[in-house]
């Protein structure tokens, strides 16, 4: 959000204050009651990770969008003294949010995963990591997943609300404040800022669920990563303001540092999408196409408010400002669009937002969260609560995205694994079958029985590649430039050094030593048009060092152009 609409918390006494809840908590927790179910048809399996497929997101090797929203404030549940598991944390408030939240058919809710406070603190000096706090956030995704929900935390916050970089640049002796912060993203005047982000993102990633016994990297509940809320290198110099490169050189190297660690996972910056070219906001030195094409980052974000003063913007104003995102995400960028915050004041909402779904759906839009779903004493300007009139509006924007999914029932989320406990071995271990093995497509070959020949000539490849040393994606296009359809299709061609496929998305695989054969996936995608195209994705691993393009592409046995 803009510096006016900072994410403040409740005052803290008024959390401290809560003797009832507590003894619910505890006595909830006592009885090993602390999770409502999920939906019984669930149309994905707990143990997928979301991906990209070119310009979407996908689900188990099918386009996936959502309808979400944030809670941001979901660690701040509890107390914040006293027992961890009873007095800490609330955590039949934690399920209780979650019921609703499901009750409402959300199916990702973006969240903080930050703060410097004493009260409710991840890292309250530098370098120590809260215990208490973190396996707070252990259960926030224990409910999560148990509800049949996924989560987007966000590493850290620009603004000053619960401490943020201002934090982190105090304590190497810098003052923060706007426009004073932008020295957190300048290695040469602030390296410790880049040595504790990147320390506390590590531990963060490495996190063992107290609960579960899964990492967080490891752990599919997470749907995606984002760096920080809002980043911005502003008024530094004109130039920086409108080209951004040094929130660009931030950004790559803190989304190489998180790939390196965790490659299983999408990782977005958490930008608001301001610029004047889009004639919303001004020029703050994050670029909407040039930070967020930083290889290591999977997906665009921008946080429209159009009913706020500075913006002004009409109905229809707005709805040409998100296709224009839209449009440059998919055509410029090439990567699926987050709306990751919006939200209207002062006006109808429901008449807002029953424009405005509808027409981010008709875009193309891929994933949207409102801000802000509360569970309690909302704010007047964009809080929204349980039996809110807006939310008959997000349901039925919600059942729209999961039905472009192909999901017609239950959610689109992980199904649910029981309650959490105190016992680590209470719940599942992480599954294997989040990696497809790449030998394992046994009807991979199959399919090319029915493949019509492509003449030479006839097709052109294009291979995109995102090498971060021991691990690596790529992305392959692939047209049809004949005159006639290709019905089945097989893609093969060599890695140049000792690379494996893990995981492959829109297509089935096949590898044996370096040669790989991509198939189109049974039911869907098995027809490549005349003048059309098909997209197909992996994640591998490889020798740091040893990585590179493919020399040349089959399709069905003839050898294509490339591009």
Sequence with gaps: MNPRLQHHRPHTSAK??????????????????????????????????????????????????????????????????????????DKARIDAQFANLQADKVDVVRLWMFSHENWHGFEKSKGVYDEQEFA???????SAKAHGIRLVPVFENYWEAYGGIDTRLQWEGLSGGQPGRAAFFDKTRCPGCFTSYKNYVSYALNRVNHYSGVKYKDDPTIFAWDLMNEPRYQDQSAAENVNGTTLRAWVDEMGAFVKSIDSKHLLGVGLEGHGSNYGFGGDEGNPFVYVQQSPYIDYTSAHPYPTESWANLSLDQTKALIRSWIADSHDKVGKPF???????????????????????????????????????????????????????????????MRAKSGITTGTSSPTPSGSPSSSPSSSPSPSASASASPSASASASASASASSPAPAGSCAVHYGLSDWGSTFNGDVTVKNTGGTPVNGWQVAFAFPGEQKVTNMWNALPVQTGRQVVASNPSGYNTVIPAGGSVNFGFSGTSSVGTNGVPASFTLNGQTCTTY
């Design 338 to 400: 987050f709306m990751g915050e919006f939200n209207v004041h002062n006006v109808d909402r429901s008449a807002w937002w029953g424009q405005l779904y509808p027409d981010f759906e008709a875009a193309g839009g891929d994933g949207s969260a409102f801000w802000w779903y509360a569970d309690r004493s909302v704010d007047g300007k964009f809080g929204v609560m349980a039996g809110a009139p807006e939310l008959s509006v997000f349901r039925a924007h919600s059942d729209r």
């Design 136 to 142: 707070q956030f252990d259960y926030i995704i224990q």
């Design 16 to 89: 401290r204050l809560a003797p009832m809840a507590l003894l619910l908590a505890a006595s909830v927790a006592a009885a090993g009651l602390t999770l409502g179910r999920a939906d019984t048809a669930q149309a994905a399996g707990a143990d997928s990770f979301a991906t990209r497929c070119g310009t979407h997101f996908c689900l188990d090797g099918k386009e996936y969008y959502f309808a979400g929203t944030n809670t941001y404030d979901m660690f701040t549940y509890g107390g914040s003294y006293g027992d961890t598991e009873t007095q800490f944390m």
